[in-house]
């Protein structure tokens, strides 16, 4: 069974740093796409990051450039998503998920608050 669990939300101060992780089990990690993504109050989920299957390519939605990092770790089924210089506006629940040609999976999402 494909799973992914997401970890590491909490409250920060704007200005701050989050590292949020997930746990990916059930299936051949190195095979699988995996992306961050997420969903303020009363909005859309939108794309945060993405990271191929080798770890080689990754890619950014506008409103992260520069202050988030993904990663991945193909040893502990693990990928990252480091976040800096957070904004309230990066209020939201954050999701992973993990797809290929053949199955794709989402996590229940993790809470980040940014407010002082």
């Known amino acids: 069974q494909v799973q992914v669990v997401e970890s590491g939300g909490g409250l920060v101060q704007p200005g701050g740093s989050l590292r949020l992780s997930c746990a990916a089990s059930g299936f051949p990690f190195s095979t699988f796409a995996m992306r961050w993504y997420r969903r303020a109050p009363g909005k859309e989920r939108e794309l945060v990051a993405a990271?191929?299957?080798?770890?080689?390519?990754?890619d950014y939605a506008d409103s992260g450039k520069g202050r988030f990092t993904i990663s991945r770790d193909n040893a502990k089924n693990l990928v990252y998503l480091q976040m800096n210089s957070l904004k309230p506006e990066d209020t939201a629940v954050y999701y992973c998920?993990?797809?290929?040609?053949?199955?794709?999976?989402w996590g229940q999402g993790t809470q980040v608050t940014v407010d002082a």
């Open positions: 990271i191929s299957s080798n770890g080689l390519s990754t």
């Open positions: 998920y993990a797809f290929n040609s053949y199955a794709n999976a």
